[in-house]
């Protein structure tokens, strides 16, 4: 650095005629041919690049750009393709009806594809579903449902957490426990075919069950808070937010194998509901997609 220094102090110099060029040469030990080359680049930086080397640099550039250009081409033909083969699951609206009894027991329970799931000797309890809808480009397959049990059971304490029902879930015994005016409700969580679809294809329609525990939880929460129908103000329904919502993650793959996931915000929305002064009474629910997330995989 120092020598860079010494040689632009003495080009200054002879630039303003204070020193011979073959002083220069002297003062920095260098042939005066080398002394005239770097006087010349520093009186005129900008001198002609030699027609080689600009060849060079330019066929240089083009081969960068048509690089660049085969690889967009290439990455757009494998975005177009993904596309063509990409699913779409979305879930849609579905009514349900809950029933009770003076206890608050739940009675019966039905939607627009209710059939007969339980049945004791008093009552018929029937399943409960959402409708899931393929709308993409190709057919989904491996489809799992994930009905996320710790975090939608927290959000059901959240809205009795002021009322005798409580729930819990273990793990161990693959149970949801509810606590209801000192009795107990067991709710198996569900492990049949019902939480694994093997394929759904374009514009093909399917249902998946709403786990029995939510519903006993959310038929807990109407007997709780809804007032008898001689006290309800009809000017202030009730509105989606006034119950609780779940969570449900979906995960499929197309059919190159590409997984998706999607974690979706189920709300429900009364519709109409009636309680007797007993406690006896029904709500009739829409359920409704609140929010659709595409996660990471």
């Keep these: 650095m120092l020598k860079r220094m010494k040689t632009k102090y003495y080009l200054r110099k002879l630039k303003r005629k204070k020193i011979d060029l073959q002083s ?76 009770w009894s003076e206890s608050g027991k739940q009675i019966r329970r039905e939607d627009s594809y ?13 399943a409960v579903y959402l409708n899931i809808d393929n709308i993409g480009n190709g057919n ?6 994930d009905w996320r049990y710790e975090e939608n059971i927290e959000e059901f304490n959240s809205f009795l957490e002021d ?24 709710s198996y969580l569900r492990s ?7 394929y759904i294809s374009q514009d093909m329609q399917k249902r998946v069950m709403i786990p029995s525990a939510y519903l006993e939880l959310l038929t807990s929460y109407c007997y709780e808070k809804i007032s008898p129908s001689s006290e309800i103000e ?19 793959k197309d059919i190159q194998g590409k ?10 929305e009364s ?11 029904n709500c009739s629910l829409r359920v409704r997609n609140l929010s659709e997330e595409e996660l990471p995989t």
């Design 259 to 268: 997984t998706m996931r999607k974690k979706v915000k189920i709300g429900f």
């Design 271 to 281: 519709i109409v509901y009636e309680k007797d002064t007993n406690g006896k009474g």
């Design 234 to 252: 009809y000017n202030e329904p009730l509105t989606v937010q006034d119950f609780p919502t779940i969570q449900l993650y979906v995960s499929y």
């Design 192 to 198: 049949d075919e019902n939480d694994m679809e093997s």
């Design 24 to 99: 220069v040469a002297i003062k920095l030990s260098m042939p005066k041919e080398k002394v005239k080359e770097e006087y010349n680049r520093y009186t005129n930086p900008f001198k002609p690049v030699k027609i080689e080397l600009f060849f060079s640099i330019f066929a240089l550039v083009i081969s960068m750009l048509t690089t660049f250009v085969a690889l967009e081409t290439l990455n757009e033909m494998k975005r177009e393709r993904e596309i063509a083969y990409k699913p779409d699951l979305r879930v849609y609206e579905n009514d349900i009806s809950l029933y």
């Design 140 to 145: 989904a397959k491996d489809i799992k449902y």
């Design 114 to 126: 209710t059939r007969q799931y339980q049945t004791d000797e008093k009552n018929i309890l029937y």
């Design 163 to 186: 009322t005798d029902v409580k729930a819990s879930l273990v793990e161990s015994d693959n149970l949801i426990n509810i606590e209801h005016k000192g009795g107990w409700i067991s």
